[in-house]
């Protein structure tokens, strides 16, 4: 997950502030983020808004390496932010990593 | 880990089918190689017809176009023909000498026309019908010919004839047997169908046997002659006269094959590392030739290409449709009948309509019809549930149109539809659009056409008529909903096996669930989750425990979510009573927090809409009232008149009565939303008709109602029974809501549930009998003892994190 970038990393939280397959919503000027927790604690960033109707994500019900949104529905890949098939859209990822047990990412 | 490399040899329907499947189930498991003998890519076999017939281009019936291949990393190799199968190397070997290796290998290699062992069937001129190179040569030929003998009447020789006559050829249909169609349909029906046939300008030679094809003298066919004596002209020879599975390859790889490849219901070869789907197969000594059962396949096999191991293949029901424009037949099951079954026939030979029924011990085993055949699908329905039908008997014959009002299973109307009538009108989806989908796209159940469309995909209402429509657009490819449907895609079990496991293994948490049932997903999806946790929660009250990851978001946060994020907030009023101090309390929250709407609600209460999340906890304390579980699968309100207090008619006092339910339903979770009413007399001001349970007060008693529900489709509540204590009503609508909650499925809603297990069934559990209304109302008081107040929990700490937003200081 390292991408080339300037910005630095931000600690966000500990891993275990993150419900195990669910979801913590980091409140930003630009756009909530929503962090997601798998059942293998592999922790996930996306822009808190379905590329369908806007709706919060982080409200959606996890499961696998997907978020199903709670408005509508659709079934979010959280490895790449698309929307699985027939859907389609791209909800945008940020970089996470997890060092220690906590969580950081690049805004 | 290295991937698994699967090589299919076939690329038509079946294996494609199968790979398609395989890639939604196991998307990463394999590495796949698909050899094809055509030069083309995929395509719809059974839309051969409308191209011959010139109704379709070939690029129309493309199922999957080459892009698809590259998109899903598939080795495609077009135009070879797989020669020969090495068990021991593991590798498949083409016809240009290209090897490839396999761990797994998946047989779909079809059938072969049947070709009569006739003198001159080698003749130029004589082509088989069963690829697009047949259907090209045929309309080659049509541009250039004159005559044209088509050898068998069944369904493609039919097709093929009226193809070639809408191309203009003078067309003779040549047929062994007394009647068209002998397998699909009856004597009646098969010449009310010749009849109409020949208006269309096609000759017919029946109870014909050809002997021989007759040379012009240059190499090509002249003449068709019968072992009778007679000739018929030809220029054109289609032979029609059955196929047979391609099992060559398959054999000469020594597997084991007897008419077709034989393989067991996990459509396994004797070699547990071959598979083989389609036409090619002999399962339990049937080959077939249509394509809903090859789907049927296709979905077993990749089930156990994709390592889960539970799908069986049991064997399959066919229906038929002729896909001649203008005509319409349909047929299925056993509709000669014999011995110990009756028929029930309509016959209209003028007109142009024949039905017929044929029926088993009250059952109905076969239906024949032609010229009418808009109840196709719903004689299939009832042929394949193998319900009893003596109650549908007197009407039987007239549709489903006749037994009245179809209900939530929708009716009737699909095929006098307009392409822009709408047929989904939660996501404004008309006909035309889900016709065109199916059509383009490929589409064969009522899943598909959800997914592509949204057409019946939010409250449901309308999958019936997208069933039919479905039926009418694909006809005989249709493939019906499995009336015991699997809860999700996560796992092949229904509802009420899941239910049945938790109860007698004793089941308390969601892995033990997925573990023991063989889940295909680690945890499940937004679909079953909640039903897993619903059941585990009213099956052992107490015990299991309450997983809030499970749960919609509504019922994690006790709110209910709006299309802009924010959350409405529905304090309990019970019985609709409210007073000064509350209605203060609620207008001081509306003030601090910026409420943008305040609304009273249907349900007797006030609504504060547009709350923000991280609010939510702090609006609920200075209300400093109960949670309404407005938001829920759960009890939500029992709506009320003012009945004696106040009321000049009331005969009793209805709102205390409410009250009284609504506390003691305090915080019950249930498989869909739950309603009450109750009203102080017959005028029934608080519309308990249309509730879960709806109380009616007369003079002596109480009169109790049960699965009314005014939503999606209006039901009125029936009849239960008749009491005369305020503690009799709790009872008896306690115990009734209780067995609802241990035996509904997920989503049901009471309506659904009583229809499901007959109104008979209630009264006998819940009013017949006492002991068991007790022991129910026990239960169900015990379920709902201790449970906290949700917003009272969260008051004191409960999810806090659920609540609290991060900040992050960049």
Redesign the interface.
Known sequence: MNMPTEKPW????AVD??????S?????DAG?IA?FRT?ADTVFALLDRCPH????LS??????E?V?C??H?W?IDLTSGEAKA?DVGCARRFPVKVENGEVF?V? | MKKLKLVVVGNGMAGIRTVEELLTLAPDLYEITVFGAEPHPNYNRILLSPVLAGEQAFDDIILNPLSWYAENGIKLHLGKTVTQIDRVRRVVVADDGIEEPYDRLLLATGSTPFILPIPGKDLAGVISYRDIYDTEAMIAAAKTKKSAVVIGGGLLGLEAANGLKLRGMDVTVVHLGDWLLERQLDETAGRLLQKSLEERGLAFLLGKQTAELVDDGAGSVAAVRFRDGGEAPADLVVMAVGIRPNATLAESAGLYCNRGIVVSDALQTFDPRIYAVGECVSHRGVAYGLVAPLFEQAKVCANHLAQLGIGQYKGSVLSTKLKVTGIDLFSAGDFIGGDGTEDIVLSDPAGGVYKKLVIKDDKLVGACLYGDTADGAWYFKLLREGRTISDLRDTLMFGESAIGDAGVQGQSRAASMQDSDEVCGCNGVCKGTIVKAIKDKGLFTVDDVKKHTKAASSCGSCTGLVEQILMSTVGSSFQETPKTKAVCGCTDRTHAEVRKAIREHHLLDHKAVYDFLEWRTPNGCATCRPAVNYYLLSTWPHEAVDDPQSRFVNERVHANIQKDGTFSVIPQMKGGVTNSTELRRIADVADKYHVPMVKVTGGQRIDLLGVKKEDLVDVWKDLGMQSGHAYGKSIRTVKTCVGSEFCRFGTQNSTQMGIDLETMLANMWSPHKVKLAVSGCPRNCAEAGIKDVGVIAVDSGWELYVGGNGGIKTEVAQFLCKVKTADEVKEYSGAFLQLYREEAYYLDRTVHYIARVGLDYIKARVVDDTANRQALYERLLYSLEGLPDPWAARIAGAQKNEFIPIKVLA
């Not at chain 1, 913590?24 to 930003?28: L, S």
């Open positions: 931000l600690r966000v939280c502030d993150i419900p195990l397959l669910g913590r919503v980091i409140t930003r909530n962090v059942a109707k806007a709706g919060p409200q959606g019900i996890v499961h696998g997907t199903t709670p408005l529905s079934n027939p990412l805004l």
